[in-house]
């Protein structure tokens, strides 16, 4: 099967961004400098400090993020795209695969990494349609990786192995108790504030309570979702 998708090539963009978002910010510092405390300055060297980001998101996008084809087949994993070398990676060299799902300026999609067998890595940031709510489409490619994985799994050649679905960071188990001991510890901060009120502002105390909640929500919320989608692409492979 193959699918018609975007591929980001974080390896060129971060070149491109080391470069580009220094000059903004250098530019920033040196207006800063030679402003002397003058209003029209000091708001375009904040322009530049806030928009410097900006503007780095929407050059990559037109620059590093080309539509490319994905093909999967029962024996692995092709990308072909227009001006690029093809890419292929087959089933029978990879030991283990992960994806982590990202949502930026530069839109919604996933990192595709698979780990081989001689100890190298190859990472694809590609951006398609994944969910449907919370469940993965079955006309996105992600689906059919783990279907085609699946199956290569339930037909292991004598000379291979099956490949392994690592979980994402925050499906670890470590990785949530690290989360609730750092959430006990803000709790615990927020509570001596308030038993000595005296030394601390009330605005203080509550901006660092309403930091507390959103990074819990945010965080909570973000491994809720690593654990749905790791829970479906397991059945996925298993066919279930």
């Keep these: 099967m193959n699918f018609q998708l975007?591929?980001?090539h974080r390896e060129k963009s971060l070149n491109f961004t080391l470069v580009t978002y220094p000059a903004?910010?250098?530019a920033g510092f040196l207006i800063v400098i030679g402003s002397h405390g003058n209003y029209n300055a000091m708001v375009v060297a904040a322009s530049l400090f806030l928009l410097g980001p900006l503007a780095v998101v929407y050059l990559s996008k037109n620059r590093f993020i080309h539509p490319a084809?994905?093909?999967?087949?029962?024996a692995g994993f092709k990308i072909e795209e227009?001006?690029?070398p093809t890419v292929v990676v087959n089933w029978q060299e990879v030991e283990s695969y992960q994806a982590e799902f990202t949502r930026s300026l530069l839109g919604s999609g996933y990192n595709l990494k698979f780990l081989l067998n001689d100890g190298r890595k190859r990472h694809f940031i590609l951006y398609e349609p994944v969910f449907t709510g919370s469940s993965i489409r079955e006309d996105a490619a992600l689906y059919q990786v783990c279907i085609s994985i699946g199956h290569y799994n339930g037909n292991v050649p004598d000379n291979g192995?099956?490949?392994e679905l690592r979980p994402n960071l925050f499906s670890l188990k470590p990785v949530s108790l690290v989360i609730l001991v750092l959430g006990a510890i803000l709790l615990v901060d927020i509570a001596i504030?308030?038993?000595?009120h005296q030394g601390s502002r009330p605005l203080t105390i509550g901006s660092s309570l309403m930091i507390a909640?959103?990074?819990a929500v945010s965080i909570f919320g973000r491994k809720?979702?690593?654990?749905?989608?790791?829970g479906q692409m397991q059945e996925l492979m298993s066919g279930s």
């Design 224 to 230: 809720k979702t690593d654990d749905t989608v790791y």
């Design 69 to 74: 084809i994905v093909f999967i087949s029962a």
């Design 193 to 196: 504030r308030l038993s000595n």
């Design 161 to 163: 192995q099956p490949i």
């Design 6 to 8: 975007n591929r980001f």
């Design 24 to 26: 903004f910010i250098i």
């Design 213 to 215: 909640v959103v990074m």
């Design 82 to 84: 227009e001006g690029f």
